[in-house]
């Protein structure tokens, strides 16, 4: 097997200047990550203890298995959004283990806003069941959430991805027998309390866990019926008289272990099989990542540089390596497992996109997952290119990627504009999981040439009526502001705010969240796949 012969110079003077630049970018990104843990206003901290409860990071300490790997999905979604404190969305999210066994956990933080959920919350919780159906991982839900954030109910109520979503998820999770199981650690109100009740399993917390469609207030303004939460919908109510929960426990931490304890007796799927062989570390220094990656997503790099940065030995067998050069194809290890890799050298042309679509037929019919790393300006333009037909080429390796059947992860490196984004398998086209390096920009396309386009179109309505063209001075003032909404529409942040991704990595952990991700992916099966495409169009 080849291993990748590296031509990075470390001594000079870019590979030093990136250095600094990306490393500026991580510690920015260990900042905000820290923010989002732990920023908490006083009076939420100090109404927590007085309640008893633990914090969200102290449940999933009890919750997890001791020094187990824990990949965190979504940790700034919502970042700067409403009032700019709703961290995380207003919970905490990720693929953890318990018994050994890898499971979806999404944990309210009752310390934002009582745990109430926004239009982002109800984003994140829908992408985190999507998360557990696609890969078939049991999904623990720790609930302490006082239901919709009425300010915002019109915008998480009616429509198809709004709130009532993740109940018909649950139900449809049941029937696929995907686990789950639920804590109920606070007072869950109306939507709150359909989480256990749709759930397969449910735990109760004494004191401070409580379950009701309305809670003491409503009862109160509807019936004048004076009664406690405790007497509403405790513990002692649903476990004894209503069975609306199933496991009675005493406080945060025995729900913890009555979790744990669920879990011992729901039987393990045996996980996909895909070629393995033992793991070995990157010959090739993973840290020298944040000197190869150009400060600025518009100058080129060899893709092949990272390649040899995350794959076991930085070895890979590399396919068509002469033909269609701007996508670089080919097959490594990643923590012992294969994968088929693309990633891009430059913009997309035919003979780049007709390897893809070889490439990915390939490794579905083989079984073997696709990894694909994305720093892509688009497919080519201009006449020459049309009249050779880019767009049907482009097109057969968008519907290739759309079609192929095996787990596919994509990691954004640098730039990830327009069609680009969909054929090297964007959001849009289901990867498992999606990352962004703090780096990378995403758009339909930069702001320059946004700007560009949105000049000359009016340029051209003024020659049609006869008017003179745009002033220099106008034409400037328009670039500038194009150009900086881009930035900021396009940036990594605004994007993992949005949840367009599963979160901003550190690139020197790439290789170690493909792994993660890789593992969490086998435990869906992948034995009976139809493999099998749309019409290529010739
Ligand atoms: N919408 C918007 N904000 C809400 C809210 C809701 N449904 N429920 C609570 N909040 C806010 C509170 O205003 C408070 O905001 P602040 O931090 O700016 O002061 C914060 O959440 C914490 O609430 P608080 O009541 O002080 O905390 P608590 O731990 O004693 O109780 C709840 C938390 C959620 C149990 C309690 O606030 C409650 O019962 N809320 C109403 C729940 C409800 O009826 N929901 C209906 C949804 S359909």
């Known amino acids: 097997m080849g291993i990748i ?20 970018l991580v510690e920015e990104l260990g900042r905000e990550l820290k923010t989002a843990r732990e920023e908490r206003s006083d009076r939420a901290r100090k109404r927590n203890a007085e309640l008893g409860k633990l914090s969200v990071q102290q449940r999933l300490d009890r919750l997890l298995d001791p020094d187990s790997p824990w990949l965190e999905i979504a940790p700034l ?10 961290h995380g969305a207003g919970s905490r999210a990720g693929i953890g283990v318990i018994h050994g066994r890898e499971v979806v956990v999404l944990a309210n933080d009752p310390m934002i806003k009582g745990g109430t959920v926004y239009p982002m919350g109800v984003k994140k919780t829908l992408r985190m069941q999507a998360i557990a159906m696609e890969n078939h991982l ?16 019109s915008e998480i109520f009616p429509d198809i991805d709004d709130g009532g979503r993740i109940f018909y998820n649950q139900a449809l999770m049941s029937k696929a027998n995907i686990p789950q199981v639920t804590a109920v650690m606070g007072l869950c109100t109306a939507g709150g309390a359909y989480i256990p009740a749709m759930s397969d399993h ?21 019936t004048g019926e004076d009664v406690t939460a405790e007497d509403l919908g405790g513990a002692m109510v649903h476990c004894r008289d209503s069975g609306v929960s199933d496991y009675f426990a005493e406080d945060d931490a025995d729900a913890m272990r009555i979790v744990r304890d669920i879990f011992l007796t729901i039987p393990a799927n045996s996980k996909a099989r895909v070629p393995c062989r033992a793991a070995t570390d990157p010959l090739c220094d993973p840290s020298e990542l944040y000197g190869i990656v150009p400060k600025s997503t518009t100058i080129g790099y060899d893709c092949r540089e990272v390649i040899a940065r995350i794959v076991d030995g930085s070895e890979f067998h590399e396919f068509k390596a002469l033909y269609g050069p701007t996508l670089v194809c080919g097959w490594a290890w990643i923590h012992g497992y294969e994968v088929g890799i693309l990633g891009n050298n430059g913009v997309l042309f035919s003979d780049s996109s007709l390897k893809a679509t070889q490439f990915i037929q390939l490794c579905d019919r083989m079984g073997i997952p696709l990894v694909f790393l994305q720093n892509i300006n688009g497919y080519i333009i201009g006449r020459e290119y049309e009249q050779r037909g880019i767009t049907k080429d482009g097109h057969k390796m968008v519907n290739a990627v759309a079609t192929s059947t095996v787990p596919k992860f994509t990691v954004i490196l640098g730039a990830s504009f327009g069609a680009g984004n ?89 290789r170690d969240v493909l792994g993660l991700a890789i593992s969490a992916s086998l435990n869906a099966p992948l034995e009976g796949r139809k493999v099998g495409y749309g019409t290529f169009r010739m």
């Open 422 to 510: 969909y054929g090297m398998c964007g959001r849009a086209y289901s990867p498992r999981f999606l990352w962004m390096w703090p780096n990378a920009k995403i758009g339909v396309m930069g702001g320059e040439q946004a700007a560009q386009v949105l000049i000359s179109v009016k340029n051209d309505q003024f020659a049609r009526e006869g008017q003179d063209p745009l002033p220099p001075e106008f034409e400037q003032s328009i670039k500038e502001t194009i150009v900086e909404q881009a930035d900021k529409d396009g940036n990594a942040y605004h994007s993992t705010a949005n949840l367009w991704d599963d979160g901003i990595i550190d690139p020197v952990k790439t």
């Open 138 to 153: 049991p999904m623990v839900t720790l609930v302490d959430s006082g239901g919709a954030y009425l300010p915002l109910q």
């Open 77 to 86: 979604a919502a970042r700067g959004m409403y009032e700019g404190d709703v």
């Open 5 to 24: 012969e590296t031509a990075v110079d470390t001594g000079s003077d870019a590979y030093r200047e990136n250095r600094e630049a990306m490393l500026k």
């Open 202 to 222: 449910v735990v109760h917390v004494s004191g401070t866990g409580a379950i009701f469609l309305g809670g003491p207030p409503l009862v109160k303004a509807a």
